[in-house]
């Protein structure tokens, strides 16, 4: 007599379970990742921020070339630090889109020695605006304002 192959145990085949456990998965990590994560999502609030940093960050590329011009050494030393302004400058912008401002015009800084000073003071009050911004917003944009101050307070360090 033949034996009698073994019963299966009552509920889903390991098939059946296994293509459940994916398509839940495949599910999870699409709700996860969706565009519509509330994270993410701009307040008018947080937009408007983000504009006005761009703004205080196109007064700092502004000072940059006018501390240059008052003061013709400064201006070869700082340059590397004035192209790291400008391109911070484009990540905001990037970030901020729409976000279409005029610099506001900045105390014009004293000639010679004193350009110094007062351009490491500009530096240092973007980086306090734009670290204080980062606490209002969320996500890449707080990364982004974030990184951007901590990179001012470099350049602020640099220019004792």
Do not use: K, N
Request: glycine residues 10%.
């Amino acid at each position: 007599m033949p034996p009698i192959p073994p019963s299966r145990p009552p509920g889903f085949s390991r098939r059946t379970l296994l293509v459940a456990s994916a398509a839940g998965l495949a599910l999870l990590s699409a709700a996860c990742t969706s565009p519509g994560d509330e994270r993410e999502q701009v307040t008018s609030e947080q937009a408007d921020e983000l504009a006005g940093q761009v703004a205080v960050q196109e007064s700092l590329v502004a000072a940059f070339a006018a501390a240059g011009a008052a003061d013709a050494g400064l201006a070869a030393a700082v340059a590397e630090l004035a192209a790291q302004a400008g391109e911070q400058l484009d990540r905001l912008r990037a970030a901020a889109p729409g976000s279409s401002t005029v610099p506001t015009s900045s105390a014009a800084p004293p000639a010679g020695a004193g350009a110094r000073t007062w351009l490491r003071a500009q530096v240092a009050s973007t980086a306090a605006s734009h670290a204080a911004a980062c606490l209002e917003q969320s996500g890449a944009r707080a990364a982004l304002l974030g990184s951007i101050a901590a990179g001012l307070r470099g350049q602020d360090g640099r220019l004792t």
